[in-house]
């Protein structure tokens, strides 16, 4: 009997669950007040992947196997990292007022 390939989907979407799970944790092991906003990111995320397979619909900003966009990605660390108190992350692009 042949063994089926994996369905990447699925394994996307398993793992997108398992990291929401875990940053979620980490805030309450921590004791590590979420915001109202970062709870409700959390929360919505969570229902659109068991709901839809994948948290966002325009397919322009994430990859076609992925169960989150890019920014979801990125704010999904800054909330692992505020849970774990780390510091938040410098950004590099900001421009500073040059006056003139």
């Known amino acids: 009997m042949k ?3 994996p ?3 699925a394994q ?3 793992a997108a669950l398992n990291a929401l799970k875990r940053t979620r944790r980490l805030a309450d092991r921590a004791g590590v007040k979420l915001s109202d906003w970062e709870g409700e990111f959390l929360g919505s995320v969570e229902e659109r992947l068991k709901t839809f ?8 900003k994430g990859g076609a196997g992925e ?3 890019v920014m979801q ?3 999904l660390k800054e909330i692992a990292g505020k849970a774990k108190g780390d510091k938040p992350a410098r950004r590099p692009f900001r421009r500073k007022d040059r006056g003139g």
């Not at 397979?53 to 322009?60: H, I, K, L, M, V």
């Open 3 to 5: 063994r089926q390939p």
């Open 7 to 9: 369905d990447r989907k």
């Open 12 to 14: 996307a979407k398993r």
């Open 53 to 60: 397979g994948r948290a966002f619909g325009d397919p322009e």
């Open 67 to 69: 169960a989150l966009s």
């Open 73 to 75: 990605h990125v704010k």
